[in-house]
């Protein structure tokens, strides 16, 4: 069964930081390339960063140099640090592999406000 847990969301202040964590099991994780989404209210789940299995990423204009994936292969992880956080970063936080493929988990709400 396959199933991908979000964590490390929470309240931050503009300009802060967090790590958000994905663990994923009953998938062929190391082969597939995998994305951090996020939903904002009363808007569509959206793609923000990907890693493909050899490590290369790629991101959304919005967060680029201030957000980094990564990927644990042996432990069927994915990463996303978030850095100089704006309010219009706040949203639920997905992962899944991208394409997304697998049932959706229940995700990790960021906020960011002061």
């Known amino acids: 069964q396959v199933q991908l847990v979000e964590s490390g969301g929470g309240l931050v202040q503009p300009g802060g930081s967090l790590r958000l964590s994905c663990s994923a099991s009953?998938?062929?994780?190391?082969?597939?390339?995998m994305g951090w989404y996020r939903q904002a209210p009363g808007k569509e789940r959206e793609l923000v960063a990907s890693?493909?299995?050899?490590?290369?990423?790629n991101y959304e204009e919005s967060v680029k140099g201030r957000f980094t994936i990564s990927r644990d292969n042996d432990k069927k992880s994915v990463a996303l640090q978030m850095n100089s956080l704006k309010p219009d970063d706040t949203a639920v936080y997905y992962c899944?592999?991208?394409?997304?493929?697998?049932?959706w988990g229940q995700g990790t709400q960021v906020t960011v406000s002061s």
């Open positions: 009953g998938i062929a994780f190391s082969v597939f390339t």
């Open positions: 890693i493909t299995s050899r490590g290369n990423t």
């Open positions: 899944n592999q991208n394409p997304p493929f697998s049932p």
